[in-house]
Nanobody, 124 residues
């Protein structure tokens, strides 16, 4: 059974930092592009960041550019999202996912395997 499991969420004050992790089991994702999305209550699931299989190419939503960093450790089958200078509007459930080959990085439909999500709450 293929699983992605996010961790590292929590409650933090505005201006603080969190580091999310996404671990995989059941298969290796070291050859796959991966992404992070987030979903706030009542909102659609939005793209946050994506990374190529090697880690050499990254993409970010404009709203997080310069504050968030996506990275990966293929030896550990893990993807990370370092979030700095957090804002209340970053509050959401954060999901990691595997992107299907040759698909656009910023759309939900490009991703097939999803984790269960981890809650990030930023207080003002």
């Amino acid at each position: 059974q293929v699983q992605l499991v996010e961790s590292g969420g929590g409650l933090v004050q505005a201006g603080g930092s969190l580091r999310l992790s996404c671990g995989a089991s059941g298969r290796t994702f070291s050859s796959d592009a991966m992404g992070w999305f987030r979903q706030a209550p009542g909102n659609e699931r939005d793209f946050v960041a994506a990374i190529s299989w090697s880690g050499s190419v990254t993409y970010y939503a404009d709203s997080v550019k310069g504050r968030f960093t996506i990275s990966r450790d293929n030896a550990k089958n893990t993807v990370f999202l370092q979030m700095n200078s957090l804002k209340p509007e970053d509050t959401a459930v954060y999901y990691c996912a595997r992107r299907r080959p040759h698909t656009y990085y910023a759309t939900v439909q490009s991703y097939d395997y999803w984790g269960q999500g981890t809650q990030v709450t930023v207080s003002s």
